[in-house]
């Protein structure tokens, strides 16, 4: 398709069109050209096709789909090629449905607990999510069907989410916020990106030339075209201009207009009209190009897929005794309501209308098990009465073991408003408690899109994290539950004990439409870790049914250059009785940097499946990025030369894998001494310590650790060489002027050309 002929021929204003959606769903067409509507569809964990009364929310219903486990889940499977999976899966509906685009994954870092969203979001770790969401990219656009990766960027809360501002310092902006989106872009080049409705420092995302264009496209190589969060557009025209190319849905031509008499004012350039449009119509025509409307949508396989899926992200949080995996041939009490009708999804625009869901108590009895089942809570009225509590309780003293369903009602977090606390519904947390009281053989499992507290957790044996595990979530847990598959899940984010253990717990939210990311790089681990303070379930954590041993680090080299690649190597063996899969984790740190730093970021991990007593080899390999920050004052990464530590295991907080390298910057910072430069500054450079030779000389002999016949013995035990360096070290140059008396002026102008030329 020549697109830019096609521009050539379309007016000004067809042109103002194109640049907002036809209706909720679809591009515009232009008939006269030939150019065609075409359709986006809600994702991201299933196809959320609505036709008739069309809303964002959720709220009218869609076609039947499956439903697959949210990001929250499939995050913890710690598996790549399994979100690859999933997204050809996702691709195929697309196909099959005709929609373009699927407006997906969702990649925002989970700042705090409390974001009503974090069940469509990976993680609290930028380098996890940003290895999912391109996997399940590189997945459903394997089958010629687009994405949308969302909402760039820094949308971490949902309170206010259309008038806050997220202000944030340039460097955590650059470890943690952005390279989700940055790992996808380079890697999976996403059809589409949906901007965020919020603001960045003070700009609305959906009229950011420097997110939109100097990041996005200029830097990272961004080729599809950018789409605005539905209803995201304030100023239209300087959308344009920043490179919003396609507005959603539409404003009934009302921005339309403005962006015509930007361009007749000459307030906006025409050629970026043009672009926009080519932009869009280069993804409408790869579409239809590529359009196999054929292609099969066989649910019933996708919903055993689901139900894969779904098993192998659940995380095993305790398993005291080994209480899991239940006996198949013992009574087992299933109790809570969670147990007949999962909570599976979250609520808003990624809720998927199900072909079928099956909750743990049918697939239970599907499979033969002697499961009885007492309801416990009321989801419905968030209650517990004392009958169904005597019920639940009485079950429980029956059985030999108990399994309670619990977990977070969707009242409790959806899409639009934040959650207030972390907290269980109290019912649920009172009916643990009586039921393990009742029965010590106790496990619970959860459903919930992010973290919770966990009052009762020193009194149940087991406890299984389920997250948001789709509609097949129920046959997934009675698998796992009964041991026909190994758990292999590991939290993609902290479990903090309190809420306001959380970092950002003093500044979520923010003050009226500001909020300010001021725990910086300190999101989730990395502060945790840093204040060695204990958490209720580390990042990474996960437990198997059989156990894993890591031995023999490898590094191919003892000092790199920050241009060459280091191979890290390490061997998982499985030393217990069943089959499972190991999640081998690399984290790196930096001890000793002059920028604050986590103690280590994850930067490498891998999921192994193993054979009792089988070992492997897991290799990571390291780039600069891999041990680099971000300098404010290059606007770029920057490795300093130094050692820095590589660990490996199966948890941030379980690492027993320990070997170093020294990686040597080929960077030189750039350097502006002045008279107010301190010494240790200087002499901490290199450089700065060659050139300051006979001028530091000079200042010891001034401050009188070199006085060799002046001064008395006292004097000289009462100031040491030591001790004046001490002191010295945060000085400023011209202290030699004041101490030294006006003819060291014209060193200190010396010496200074020296440092800087
Ligand atoms: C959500 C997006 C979604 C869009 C369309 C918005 O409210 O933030 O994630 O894709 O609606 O439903």
Not at 396 to 415: N, R, T
Request: net charge negative.
């Amino acid at each position: 398709m020549d697109i830019q002929k096609l521009i050539s021929q379309m007016t000004l204003e067809e042109k103002a069109s194109l640049c907002s959606g036809d209706d909720f769903w679809h591009t515009k067409a232009v008939e006269r050209l030939g150019i065609p509507r075409t359709m986006v569809s809600d994702g991201p964990h299933g196809l959320r096709k609505q036709d008739e009364a069309a809303d964002h929310l959720g709220i009218n219903d869609s076609i039947k789909a499956v439903c697959f486990p949210t990001a929250s889940a499939t995050a913890a499977s710690f598996d790549p090629d399994m979100l690859q999976v999933m997204g050809e899966a996702i691709g195929e509906s697309c196909q099959h449905e005709q929609v373009s685009v699927v407006l997906g994954p969702a990649v925002n870092i989970k700042r705090s607990p409390l974001c009503g969203r974090n069940f469509e979001y990976f993680s609290e770790d930028p380098y996890l999510a940003g290895k999912m969401c391109t996997a399940m990219i590189q997945g459903v656009q394997s089958r010629n069907i687009g994405t949308s990766i969302k909402h760039f960027a820094l949308n971490s809360q949902e309170h206010r989410r259309m008038s806050s501002s997220s202000d944030c310092d340039e460097r955590t902006i650059r470890e943690i916020y952005f390279p989700a989106f940055e790992m996808a872009v380079k890697k999976a080049q996403p059809w589409t990106v949906m901007c965020s409705y919020n603001k960045i420092n003070g700009v609305y995302a959906s009229e950011n030339h420097w997110l939109l264009t100097e990041v996005l496209r200029d830097e990272w190589g961004f080729e599809g075209y950018t789409m605005s969060d539905w209803g995201a557009v304030s100023d239209r025209a300087a959308g344009v201009a920043a490179g919003l190319d396609l507005e959603m849905p539409s404003s009934g031509g009302v921005n339309d207009r403005k962006i015509v008499e930007a361009v007749k004012a000459g307030t906006l350039d025409e050629k970026a009209v043009d672009l926009a449009c080519e932009r869009i119509l280069k993804i409408v025509f790869r579409y239809l190009e590529n359009a196999e409307p054929a292609t099969p949508w066989d649910k019933e396989k996708q919903h055993a897929m689901a139900a894969a899926i779904a098993a192998d992200c659940m995380v095993l949080l305790k398993n005291e005794g080994e209480l899991l995996p239940l006996d198949k041939g013992a009574d087992v009490a299933f109790i809570g309501e969670f147990a007949e009708k999962p909570r599976f999804q979250g609520g808003g625009s990624s809720h998927i209308n199900c072909f079928r869901t099956t909750g743990a108590v049918e697939a239970a009895k599907a499979a033969g098990l002697r499961v009885t089942y007492a309801p416990g809570y009321s989801v419905a009225e968030d209650t517990l009465t004392e009958e169904r509590l005597a019920e639940a309780v009485a079950a429980a003293k029956a059985a030999k073991a108990v399994v309670v369903f619990a977990g977070l009602p969707d009242s409790y977090e959806s899409e639009g408003y934040d959650r207030k606390h972390m907290r269980m519904p109290e019912c649920q947390n009172r009916l643990i408690e009586a039921v393990a009281a009742a029965n010590p053989n106790t496990a619970v499992v959860l459903h919930n899109g992010s973290p919770v507290e966990m009052p009762w957790i020193g009194k149940v044996r087991a406890v299984l994290e389920a997250y948001l595990g789709g509609q097949a979530v129920g046959e997934a847990a009675v698998r796992v539950l009964f041991g026909d598959v190994n758990p292999s899940g590991h939290l993609p984010e902290t479990f903090p004990v309190k809420l306001e253990d959380n970092p950002s717990y003093l500044f979520y939210g923010g003050e009226g439409n500001r909020t300010e990311y001021r725990e910086g790089v300190f999101v989730g681990y990395r502060y945790y870790d840093k204040k060695q303070a204990e958490v209720l379930f580390p990042f990474g954590h996960g437990l198997s049914y059989t156990a894993f041993e890591f031995s023999n680090i490898r590094v191919s080299a003892e000092k790199i250059k920050d241009t060459d690649t280091l191979t890290v190597t390490a061997t998982v063996t499985n030393t217990g009785k069943r089959a499972g899969k190991a999640v081998a984790q690399l984290y790196v740190g930096d001890p000793e940097s002059t920028p604050i730093r986590p103690v280590r970021e994850l930067k490498g991990f891998e999921k192994v499946a193993l054979q009792p007593g089988e070992s492997r080899d897991v290799s990571f390999t390291l780039d600069k990025r891999a041990f680099a920050y971000w300098n404010e004052e290059i606007h770029d990464w920057h490795v300093e030369t130094g050692e820095f530590t590589l660990e490996i295991g199966d948890s941030s907080r379980n690492l027993p894998l320990k070997a170093s390298v020294t990686v040597e910057s080929t960077v030189e910072l750039p350097r502006h001494y002045t008279a107010d430069s301190i010494y240790m500054d200087i002499m901490k450079d290199p450089k700065g310590r060659e050139i300051m030779g006979a001028f530091m000389k000079k200042t010891m002999a001034i401050f009188g650790a070199e006085q060799e016949s002046g001064g008395t013995d006292a004097a000289k035990e009462a100031v040491t060489e030591e001790m004046t360096m001490a002191m010295m070290q945060y000085m400023p140059l011209r202290g030699i002027i004041s101490f030294g008396g006006p003819e060291t002026a014209g060193e200190l102008r010396n010496l200074l050309e020296a440092l800087n030329g």
